[in-house]
T-cell receptor
Framework: KQEVTQIPAALSVPEGENLVLNCSFTDSAIYNLQWFRQDPGKGLTSLLL?????REQTSGRLNASLDKSSGRSTLYIAASQPGDSATYLC???????????FGSGTQLTVLP | DTGVSQDPRHKITKRGQNVTFRCDPISEHNRLYWYRQTLGQGPEFLTYFQNEAQLEKSRLLSDRFSAERPKGSFSTLEIQRTEQGDSAMYLCASTKIATNEKLFFGSGTQLSVL
């Protein structure tokens, strides 16, 4: 059974800092991995999707990497802003399964 | 493209009552998913539809839960005889059958069972 872990559970940084969020998964037979952002009381917004054959994806100040063999992904946020404050969730689709398995998220606070 | 719409946004009910939630996916999306999220946790998969066919159900989906997607358009999730443990955010997501199948989520229905 796939298990996804995100560390740390919470992170507080000053504005302008570069930061890395971590995600690990137990079953390396993934189809793809997605990073989502969730604001309090809201749904999820997809940030980046990495296929199993890819090593990284970039969108603006965000860069996600994937190392299938070690079961890890990182989300790098450059020059953080207070508007980046949210919970960031990692999710994997494993093998032929259609559903995503989510981590518990990292709650990020960027202080002005 | 108006996004995934869920109704209601909030629902407060008494234990033992039945509740029904509705999800309207993005119009051309043929896959629709239901997830449940409790405070401080990531969403957990409940069930998914491809067009009108319900293709998979999680063990989390007890016999008190039923979902439908008539005509492959909107979907409903009904919970019968609600229990306090059903209190959670119920999220709907949709996607188009494609290589990457990026998921688009609605804002969710927050259920509180008193």
């Amino acid at each position: 059974k796939q298990e996804v872990t995100q560390i740390p559970a919470a992170l507080s940084v000053p504005e302008g800092e570069n930061l890395v969020l971590n995600c690990s998964f137990t079953d390396s037979a993934i189809y793809n991995l997605q990073w989502f952002r969730q604001d309090p009381g809201k749904g999820l917004t997809s940030l980046l999707l990495i296929q199993s054959s890819q090593r990284e994806q970039t969108s603006g100040r965000l860069n996600a990497s994937l190392d299938k063999s070690s079961g890890r992904s990182t989300l790098y946020i450059a020059a953080s802003q207070p508007g980046d404050s949210a919970t960031y969730l990692c999710a994997v689709r494993t093998g032929s399964a259609r559903q995503l398995t989510f981590g518990s998220g990292t709650q990020l606070t960027v202080l002005p | 493209d108006t996004g995934v719409s869920q109704d209601p946004r909030h629902k407060i009910t008494k234990r033992g009552q039945n509740v029904t939630f509705r999800c309207d996916p993005i119009s051309e999306h043929n896959r629709l998913y239901w997830y449940r999220q409790t405070l401080g946790q990531g969403p957990e998969f409940l069930t998914y539809f491809q067009n009108e066919a319900q293709l998979e159900k999680s063990r989390l989906l007890s016999d008190r839960f039923s979902a439908e997607r008539p005509k492959g358009s909107f979907s409903t999730l009904e919970i019968q005889r609600t229990e306090q443990g059903d209190s959670a955010m119920y999220l709907c997501a949709s996607t188009k059958i494609a290589t990457n199948e990026k998921l688009f989520f609605g804002s969710g229905t927050q259920l509180s069972v008193l």
